[in-house]
Every structure is written in structure tokens, then in C-alpha cells.
């Protein structure tokens, strides 16, 4: 099982739309874990961090789940400036300093 | 202000000849990373500093070394490049105590790196 796993997609949806993005991970020591946006050729940007109690930012919503070891994030009210890469992160040892990333979903937002 | 600075943006060499690629950060953030990134795939981890103490992933090509003369500065050598060497190349940095787990990353704006 790799350590961090996420459906590539892409994720085709209207404006307006809601869409959910999982993400499985394999350490269940992992510690901290991110949702991470990437633009076509640009550098992966901070979205949010994942908090053991679900956190939610504007239209964005991201849960972790321990048990199950995934986290999700999930997106209302789509806007076309949504269309990225969303890149599942997760530092998958216990106090080690290093962070894996998932391949990403692409997510295209139409009109 | 850019926090992560790559330089440069676009790098062309040829191939097997030397070539740097350099980080610098005003973040005083105690990790830094490099990562390599090829179309359509995630970011694949090259190696890291943490503080001094380098970490080198074990399916990291001798091909590749790294430098950290200091806080603010991080360097990627590759001593001859290949095709298969082409991609982007994005150094980040964080904060980290240890044992408390890795803080967030912050991302320089990436070198894409072509090999002639």
C-alpha cells in the first residue's frame, strides 16, 4: 500500500457544485497532515491543515479521520478558480521531519 | 514578499555538464527540502536538512547532492544530468520540533530544469 493515496481524477463539475476529495494514508503514526493546491506548472500552496476535529475555511471543509486513516476535503459553492490539483499531504512518521505527498486530484470547475 | 526563493526560474543544460540550482529562504525555518516533480506526478523527495543533519531518501541517485552552508541557503548539484532528469525541482522549507511532527511546508516558486 503506498503511503499517501488519492483518486488522480480528474473531478469534472459545474459551478455552484460541491465535490469531496479523499485521501488514505498508511502510517497510523502519521502526525500531521495538509491539503495542499497546485496550479498547471506553479508550486504546490498551502490550502489548510487538518486538524483532528475537522476545520473549516470559507467554502472549504477538511476532516481527518484516525480510524479509517484518511483525511477529506471538501469544497461548496464551486468556483472556476477552484480548477487545480489538490495535493493530499501527510508526514508519515512519527516525529520525523518530512512530508509525502499523494499524486493529487485534479479538479476542472466549468461554467 | 517572496518567502522561498529559487533561482533561477528556468534552467537549460546540457547533457552530463554540471549544473546548480539554488534555494534561499527568509523564514528561518530549521528544515528545508527538495523535491522533484515530473509531469502529472507528485512531488518526490530528494533529500532534507534538518538544521544541519542531512537526510538523504534512500532511492536518491548518487547523480544528486545537496549543500546547506547555512539557515538561508540550500543548494541541489547534479553532477550529470540525464534526459530522465528534466522536471521541476521545488525546495520548501518548515518549521519543526522534535518529536512534535513536521509544521507546514513552504514552497519556493520551483527551477524547471531542461536537459539538452
Known amino acids: 500500500r503506498k503511503e499517501v493515496e488519492q483518486d488522480p481524477g480528474p473531478f469534472n463539475v459545474p459551478e455552484g457544485a460541491t465535490v469531496a476529495f479523499n485521501c488514505t494514508y498508511s502510517n497510523s503514526a502519521s502526525q500531521s497532515f495538509f491539503w495542499y493546491r497546485q496550479d498547471c506548472r506553479k508550486e504546490p500552496k498551502l490550502l489548510m491543515s487538518?486538524?483532528?476535529s475537522g476545520n473549516e475555511d470559507g467554502r472549504f471543509t477538511a476532516q481527518l479521520n484516525r480510524a479509517s486513516q484518511y483525511i477529506s476535503l471538501l469544497i461548496r459553492d464551486s468556483k472556476l478558480s477552484d480548477s487545480a490539483t489538490y495535493l493530499c499531504v501527510v508526514n508519515p512518521r512519527s516525529g520525523y521531519s518530512t512530508l509525502t505527498f499523494g499524486k493529487g486530484t485534479m479538479l476542472l470547475v466549468s461554467p | 514578499d517572496a518567502m522561498v526563493i529559487q533561482n533561477p526560474r528556468y534552467q537549460v543544460t546540457q547533457f552530463g555538464k554540471p549544473v546548480t540550482l539554488s534555494c534561499s529562504q527568509t523564514l528561518n525555518h530549521n528544515v528545508m527540502y527538495w523535491y522533484q516533480q515530473k509531469s502529472s506526478q507528485a512531488p518526490k523527495l530528494l533529500f532534507h536538512?534538518?538544521?544541519?543533519?542531512?537526510?538523504n531518501e534512500a532511492d536518491t541517485p548518487d547523480n544528486f547532492q545537496s549543500r546547506r552552508p547555512n539557515t538561508s541557503f540550500c543548494f541541489l548539484d547534479i553532477r550529470s544530468p540525464g534526459l530522465g532528469d528534466a522536471a521541476m525541482y521545488l525546495c520548501?522549507?518548515?518549521?519543526?520540533?522534535?518529536?512534535?511532527?513536521?509544521?507546514?511546508?513552504?514552497f519556493g516558486q520551483g527551477t524547471r530544469l531542461t536537459v539538452v
Open positions: 487538518v486538524y483532528s
Open positions: 536538512y534538518y538544521d544541519k543533519d542531512f537526510n
Open positions: 520548501a522549507t518548515s518549521h519543526t520540533n522534535s518529536g512534535q511532527g513536521v509544521a507546514e511546508a513552504f
